[in-house]
Every structure is written in C-alpha cells, then in structure tokens.
C-alpha cells in the first residue's frame, strides 16, 4: 500500500455503532436515485453551461442559449430537453420561440454554489483540476 493509502484509511476497523444505526435510517428515507440523477444531469460541461446562463438570466431561448454557450441550436435544445426532462429546468413557447428557465430558486441555488465551491477549492488547491 502507497503512503497516500495509508494516510487517508483508518489503520483498524471500528465504527460508532449508534451514530452508523442513525444515520443508515436517515439514509434509507431519502430518494439518493433523484439526487444522483440530478448531478448526473450536471456532469456534462456543455450542461453545466447551460444551466450557469440560465442561472444568471430569468429566461434565455434556445438561440441565446446556443449563442452564449457556443453551441448549434439543435445541440442547445438536446441539453435543455435533458434538464427540463430531469425536472431542473421549465420552458414555455411564445410564437416561434422556446424560452427555458431552472424550475425554480433551488436549481439557481445548487448551480451557483457549485461555481462558488470551485472558484474556492482553485483558490486553495491550486489549479482545481487536480482530482481528490
């Protein structure tokens, strides 16, 4: 074993059990699937752009979605398609129009504090491309 495995492993084995008991029932109430879909949702770059900018607008269409995030339209529109499918984000047409925006204060919350989490860790970590 590496001294990096040996450092970040407790050396034996014990466990608090009624901390351990607690928490496996707090686990069990929650729906993790969600969650996980959630930032499932979120580990793409192109993704993650897309919902930045529409964290910072009440609404965007598609055609300033793709302009600003840099992309075809018809990529835009996939990767909003997947957000609103996965319940982060909403649209609703206007004539020709698609407007989309995060379904609600939440998703806004969520995608902000990742960015200001990673504009921190870079700060103390160095560059933040580095994985843990």
């Known amino acids: 074993m590496s001294n990096n495995k040996k450092q970040d492993c407790c050396e034996i084995f014990c466990y608090d059990e009624e901390k351990v008991k607690r928490l496996k029932g707090d686990l069990q109430q929650q729906d993790t699937l969600s969650v ?29 979605v793709a302009n600003v995030v840099g992309c075809t339209m018809a990529t835009a529109s996939h990767h909003l398609r997947l957000l609103r ?8 047409k206007e004539g020709k129009l ?17 960015f200001l989490h990673s504009r921190e860790a870079v700060g103390t970590h160095g560059t933040g491309s580095s994985t843990k």
């Open 85 to 92: 499918n996965l319940g982060l984000a909403k649209y609703r």
């Open 98 to 114: 698609v407007f989309y925006s995060l379904d609600d204060d939440h998703v806004k919350q969520l995608i902000q504090v990742a």
């Open 36 to 64: 996980s879909k959630i930032f499932k949702a979120l580990a793409d770059d192109t993704r993650v752009k897309v919902a930045y900018v529409l964290s910072q607008e009440v609404e965007l269409c598609v055609c300033d």
